[in-house]
């Protein structure tokens, strides 16, 4: 079922101790001032999910180089999942990294066993490139990449 009702727009301030809190309630712990760095320094690679003003997923990337961008982290709540709302996020920033930094491929890393994520991103165009060993607490992942010029 697609959700209708979803509005992606750039994260606020405010809204980093909710992502972050999202994270913590699946077990998932990240550096809170990890995540006011990357709003500091790529506000517009930092998206929410929201429907009827509550955050139900985000996004965010960085530059790796002024050709590369990357995906750190992609997260939509268990009850949202399957709804399109991650597609939908990572449309928006692969646009955004595209048109107004011009990168030429994007990259991201994801657990070997996350296969939901996996066929959404090779849906997307990513390939696996690289298999990535204990890279998730001792669990081996995939290194992906997009391109986005040829």
């Known amino acids: 079922m697609k959700s209708k009702g979803i509005k992606i727009r750039e994260a606020r301030d405010n809204d980093l101790m ?3 809190s999202m994270l913590a309630e699946e077990g998932i712990y990240h550096n809170e001032e990890l995540y006011v760095l990357l709003y500091e320094n790529y506000p517009d690679l930092m998206l ?3 429907e009827d003003g ?4 985000f996004v965010i990337g960085s530059l790796s180089t ?6 750190l982290v992609l997260f939509v709540k268990k009850d ?6 991650g597609k939908a996020l990572m449309k928006e920033i692969l646009r955004r990294f ?3 930094y011009c990168v ?3 990259t991201l890393e994801v ?11 090779e849906k997307l165009g990513f390939r696996k490139v690289r298999k990535l060993y204990k890279y998730y607490d001792g669990e081996d992942g995939w290194l992906m990449v997009k391109r986005l010029v040829p």
């Open 18 to 20: 909710e992502m972050l």
């Open 48 to 50: 929410i999910a929201e």
């Open 66 to 71: 002024e050709e590369s961008g990357r995906i």
């Open 111 to 121: 657990h070997e066993k996350n296969e939901t994520a996996i066929k959404l991103y």
């Open 80 to 85: 949202y999942r399957g709804r399109g709302v």
């Open 104 to 106: 030429k491929e994007v």
């Open 98 to 100: 595209l048109v107004k």
């Open 54 to 57: 509550k955050l139900v997923g």
